[in-house]
């Protein structure tokens, strides 16, 4: 804990970019064939540097078969919503997950990054035990905690019941549980953003474990076995409030995030979709119909800016209803 905020927290995006830089990058190395242990390298990225874009330090696991796929802080600007509590959090700690093993490691960056450690693993079976989840994937400090998305529920294989989101406590990094409380229709999972001036969150599906821990499995492509819905959720009450099933044209929607205004209502998408046949890929129908659709939809959006800004963080970058 600081007595003041971190001061690479920002209430906007166009607030950190206008910030100074940061003077270390880190990345992750990986061994494909699980023979060498994962690690995360330290990069120096300050200009004029002596070592200016070299790697500098390096974080090398105790463990085979982690599988690293992303990585996030404990805190970052969500930090400073007013309804979190956590205004005096430091961005020290990096959370890594080990997607194939699911143990998640936190490495200590301070006060040397090019020193950096391991403080702390978390062995799958703690994550099991707490949650009934497996496979973490996405990391994104949040304003309860840090928040860990997950693509495989219970049991060997990750199958026994649906993946989720759960929650660690951003000081201690204890695994505190399971975030939803009523998922609804919700059974697969992927990656997912929030919007907390407007109190929701979006999460998007994928598959489950052995449907691409070895591959894509074609069988179940073509049966619509891989998500294709998005899912919004009342973010405070941890509750699923509507469901969008995109068709099964647009299997395998994966990336989600925010625009850089931080009151907007929109956001945006990675499409990895994949179209079942290859009918459904050239055919006469399928393109043209989500076309005009989509058409429709941009001409009927209402137009719902209001004339002023009702918070400092919109800066007048953005003109929101309500924080």
Request: glycine share 8%.
């Amino acid at each position: 804990m600081t007595i003041r905020p971190d001061p690479t927290f920002h209430a906007s995006p166009k607030l950190a970019m206008e910030a100074p830089q940061e003077n270390f990058a880190y990345t992750l190395l990986l061994s494909p064939d699980f023979s060498k242990s994962d690690a995360i390298a330290v990069i120096d990225v300050k200009p004029g540097s002596p070592t200016f874009s070299q790697i500098v330090h390096t974080v090398t696991m105790p463990c085979k078969g982690d599988e690293f796929h992303h990585f996030g802080w404990n805190a970052c600007s969500s930090a400073l919503s007013p309804l979190t509590g956590h205004a005096f959090l430091e961005r020290r700690y990096l959370i890594i997950p080990g997607l194939r093993s699911s143990r998640i490691y936190v490495v200590d960056t301070k006060p040397d990054p090019t020193k950096a450690k391991i403080c702390k693993i978390i062995e799958p079976e703690e994550v099991f035990r707490k949650t009934g989840y497996s496979r973490p994937h996405t990391v994104h400090c949040g304003p309860e905690g840090i928040y860990v998305s997950t693509l495989g529920g219970g049991g060997k294989d990750g199958t026994d019941g649906p993946p989720g989101i759960f929650i660690m406590d951003c000081e201690t990094f204890d695994i505190l549980g399971r975030w939803e409380i009523d998922r609804g229709s919700q059974n697969l999972h992927y990656d997912f953003w929030w919007s907390l001036p407007r109190d929701y969150m979006v999460t998007s599906e994928w598959g489950l474990p052995p449907q691409f821990e070895l591959g894509i499995v074609p069988e179940d492509l073509l049966l619509n076995k891989y998500g294709h819905r998005i899912h919004f959720w009342d973010l405070r009450a941890r509750r699923n409030v509507q469901t969008i099933d995109l068709g099964a044209n647009h299997q395998r929607r994966s990336r989600c995030g925010p625009r850089t205004i931080p009151c907007a209502s929109t956001g945006f998408w990675a499409l990895w979709s994949t179209p079942r046949t290859s009918k459904a890929r050239s055919g006469p129908g399928s393109a043209r119909t989500a076309s005009s659709t989509s058409r429709r939809r941009r001409r009927s959006r209402p137009n719902r800016r209001p004339k002023t800004s009702c918070h400092p963080c919109c800066r007048g970058l953005a003109r929101c209803h309500r924080w």
